[in-house]
């Protein structure tokens, strides 16, 4: 299982040095690389352990083409060939990861996408 982690300032500080400071904490979670994203008062951290074959195409955290939703999740989606018809996901020579499923599920179904996914995972 991979480590995530989130940090939001109330605030308004910025969350640079405890999202880090939270990924050392876990580094032994990721065996398989670790990275974080910050914006101001927002930050994200994720410690990857590759457990699917999709998983060697996650860089996490990410966000979705706009730009807009960021995400880091533990993730192993089970109902994935539904939910990539029903979502119309597409990548151009890439595979199509969790992190990518569960964005796209949560722009189309909002907070009730949980109910939509088969699985174990985490966001």
Known sequence: MSGIAGVYSFDG????????RMVEAMEH???DGI??????SVGLGHCMLETTPEDQYESLPGSDSS???FITCDARIDNRSSLIGQLNVEKKDQTVTDSDIILESYKKWGTKCPNKIVGAFAF
Request: net charge neutral; charged share 30%; with cysteine.
């Open 29 to 31: 979670r990721g065996p």
């Open 67 to 69: 730009g807009s939703f």
């Open 35 to 40: 990275q974080t994203w910050c914006d101001g």
């Open 13 to 20: 500080r910025p969350v640079g040095r405890e999202v880090d």
